[in-house]
């Protein structure tokens, strides 16, 4: 049985293809676009939304790709409060896992996706089949990614 492909959307139809979901208890708003055919998740950068991999989605057709646009970011929920760590990402990210039924995922992440796929990981290497990093560093300011980095037996 072959799975149907969904299409990425163009450009004028980008915002108006998105899906959402609540994530409880925070009550967040998570826009999302859903494509393609096996799962996997991309991650957009800091100041990004899910359109920044509008230019190369279409290379992804065999995988079912759920872009998302990270709270305050797009069209997902404003952040109210102290501003979202890592670990705050983190847990978005599984919570949308769960309510989504996706057990693993592989992760492409960009600039702050990065850090949050190397998170994903890290934290919750049960919950992830691979990992492709664009535009990534280690911010050395960043007390969880060093705390993570500094746990690590692989590195």
């Not at 899906?19 to 925070?26: A, D, F, G, R, T």
């Not at 999302?32 to 509008?54: A, M, N, Q």
């Not at 960009?110 to 994903?120: A, N, P, R, V, W």
């Amino acid at each position: 049985m072959q799975s149907s492909v969904i299409e990425s959307p163009s450009q004028d139809n980008w915002v108006h293809s998105k899906k959402y979901v609540e994530l409880l208890p925070s009550n967040t708003k998570i826009a999302y676009l859903e494509l393609g055919s096996s799962s996997s998740s991309v991650i957009h950068g800091l100041g990004d939304t899910s359109r920044s991999f509008s230019p190369i989605i279409k290379h992804f057709t065999s995988f079912h790709c759920y872009l998302l646009d990270l709270p305050g970011f797009g069209n997902s929920s404003e952040v109210t409060g102290p501003i979202k760590d890592l670990k705050d990402f983190l847990e978005d990210i599984v919570s949308f896992m769960n309510i989504l039924k996706i057990p693993k995922a592989h992760f492409v992440g960009h600039s702050l996706g990065s850090h949050i796929s190397q998170g994903m990981a890290m934290i919750y290497p049960e919950r992830v089949e691979s990992i492709s990093l664009l535009g990534t560093c280690i911010i050395t300011p960043q007390p969880l990614l060093l705390e993570i980095y500094k746990r690590s037996k692989d590195f």
